[in-house]
């Protein structure tokens, strides 16, 4: 069984990270995510359930978890060197690690510390979503340049599910690969070699109680899912868990589609472009999936703002384009209620 520091290093010498930087910050991310592992297994006995009384920058009711997840990550990748600047879920502004700028750190971090933390108290896997980016600009002050990078950009996508295994998965553009965590030994093994998504999958995700409010695109596409048609194994499976990393993740084993779309009260959806859709999709890529926004690839989408939304359609590559399909016969007009938000 290879271990996590093993392998990462292995890839130093395909990637050339010669240096061994980037190597070092994907550690520093998965020392803080045991931390966070050991916090969440014992929630319920460590008085950490709960809300925080706080509210973040997207006005969500903070959980306490949620500001111990963002401190201990803060606190990873401020004292690991290798982080110039991170923006995080948690943050309205980008947090800027001074004394890495000076010690010429080389990467941006963008986090979303504990996706899902609402099931926290029911059980319900939650996890944590990064995005590595290398900074743009070389002087001693962050640019937005740094910050608003397009998923083509992108050094590497990953997320840890803390579920009934915690897990490891990420992609530095060569495939993606899982690793499991063993709390017995504090280790990550790789137990996931070159993940790859199966299509067609026969699993649609998406939270049908917003079923009035969706555009007319993704109404039809949800009704294809249901038809009877055992030749293209429909009706499909419905699994909806509220956890996108939760969701994700079982497509990713068994193919499927994961869909989030805009509507006309909120066209640019619940989703958050850079540290949630933006990892998510180079994940789906490198497994051989797909990821819009309904229209466009989310890896080409340039960000206006670090807490920008998107509507996300991810998973096996045939669904996600039968469900563009739907929106482009049907909701054409959606494309232009997305992108005048996207200025807002
Ligand atoms: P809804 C969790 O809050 C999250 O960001 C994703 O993890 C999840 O898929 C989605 O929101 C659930 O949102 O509106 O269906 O409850």
């Not at 061994?20 to 803080?32: P, R, T, Y």
């Not at 805009?262 to 540290?275: E, I, S, V």
């Not at 703002?305 to 563009?324: C, D, T, Y």
């Amino acid at each position: 069984m290879k271990t996590l520091v093993e392998f990462i290093w292995k890839q130093r010498e395909k990637f050339g990270h010669a240096t061994g930087e980037f190597s070092h910050l994907l550690n520093d991310i998965s020392i803080a995510a045991k931390i966070v592992n050991r916090d969440v297994n014992r929630a319920g006995l460590a008085g950490i359930l709960g809300t925080h009384g706080s509210t973040n920058v997207q006005g969500e009711s903070q959980k306490k978890l949620d500001v111990i997840a963002n401190n201990e990550f803060i606190k990873a990748l401020g004292n690991g060197k290798q982080c110039a600047a991170m923006i995080s879920e948690e943050n309205e502004d980008v947090i800027v690690f001074e004394d890495n700028i000076a010690a010429n750190a080389k990467y941006i971090v963008a986090i979303d510390p504990l996706d899902g933390s609402s099931n926290i108290e029911v059980n319900v896997p939650i996890g944590t979503i990064f995005a590595i980016y290398r900074r743009k600009s070389m002087g001693n002050t962050i640019t937005m340049e740094d910050v608003l990078q397009a998923g083509t950009e992108l050094v590497c996508g990953g997320y840890i599910i803390y579920g009934s295994s915690t897990m490891l998965v990420y992609t530095t553009g060569d495939g993606v690969n899982g690793f499991t965590y063993d709390p017995t030994c504090g280790i990550f093994l790789l137990s996931h070699e070159n993940m790859r998504i199966k299509d067609p999958g026969t699993i649609y995700s998406i939270n049908e109680a917003n079923y009035i409010y969706f555009p007319d695109g993704v109404k039809k596409y949800i009704k294809y899912c249901q038809e009877d048609d055992p030749s293209t194994n429909r009706p499909y499976t419905t699994r909806y868990i509220g956890s996108l990393i939760s969701d994700f993740h079982r497509n990713l084993l068994r193919g499927g589609i994961y869909i989030y779309p805009g509507t006309k009260k909120n066209p640019a959806g619940k989703l958050r472009l850079l540290y949630e859709c933006i990892p998510m999709a180079f994940i789906a890529e490198q497994a051989g999936a797909k990821a819009s926004d309904g229209f466009r690839r989310i890896l080409d989408i340039q960000p206006e703002h670090i807490h920008q939304r998107s509507p996300l359609f991810i998973g096996s590559r045939s669904m996600v384009e039968k469900a563009e399909a739907f929106m482009a016969e049907l909701s054409p007009e959606f494309f232009d209620f997305y992108s005048e938000s996207e200025k807002a």
